[in-house]
């Protein structure tokens, strides 16, 4: 589930990568077949592609200066110091 919501939402929720490589086979074929296919003095029929779910570009933000590094001893600092 974290990956999925890393990618862009709960649709992102089981599309590993042979997923991925499944709908690609998918309309692979599908392209196959309206190029090598007979389809008589008609137009080839329109293959929808497969269904997959919208990647959410995230805005881009302006930053002015570059973010400072931070030492992994101002890290741990942080986490053992009581407030």
């Not at 400072?68 to 009581?82: K, L």
Request: hydrophobic share 30%.
């Amino acid at each position: 589930m974290t990956v999925a919501l890393a990618s862009g939402g709960r649709d992102h929720f089981g599309w590993g990568v042979d997923r991925h490589m499944q709908a690609d086979i998918f309309d692979a074929i599908n392209s196959n077949t309206r190029a090598t296919g007979q389809w008589g003095k008609g137009k080839a029929p329109k293959i929808p592609p497969w269904p997959r779910p919208k990647v959410s570009k995230k805005p881009e933000t302006k930053k002015t200066k570059p973010a400072r590094r931070v030492s992994v001893a101002e890290i741990y600092s942080q986490f053992t110091t009581r407030r």
